[in-house]
């Protein structure tokens, strides 16, 4: 199984990935990270990819997670991991439909 993460920030990326890693490492073959929405794209059309976890402000070009999940929702799960205070932004990310929202300290 492979997961994919698409977080902007490198330090959060590979914090979750050493998670991941530290806690689940035998299920898992392959942990990809992505920093924006063309990335995220090309991972999901490239690798076959099991998880994904998204954050929601990701691409300084207007593109979100948001935009990653309305791609991929009928096709894998995929859990929000973002630490805006918007409470739009946290409205439209639970209408993607997601399996879990977790809030970033």
Known sequence: MNILIVEDNLI???QLKQDIISIYGEYFDNIYI???YDKAIYHLENFS???????IKIDEKGKTGIDV????KSKLPF???SGLPDVVGIYKARNALPIA????P
């Not at 990819?49 to 954050?55: C, N, P, R, V, W």
């Not at 999940?69 to 991929?72: D, H, N, Q, R, S």
């Not at 929202?101 to 970033?104: F, G, I, S, T, V």
């Open 79 to 81: 859990i929000f991991v």
């Open 12 to 14: 959060i990326a590979e």
């Open 101 to 104: 929202y977790l809030r970033k």
């Open 34 to 36: 992505a920093n924006n």
């Open 49 to 55: 990819i099991s998880l994904a976890f998204l954050d």
């Open 69 to 72: 999940a309305e791609k991929i």
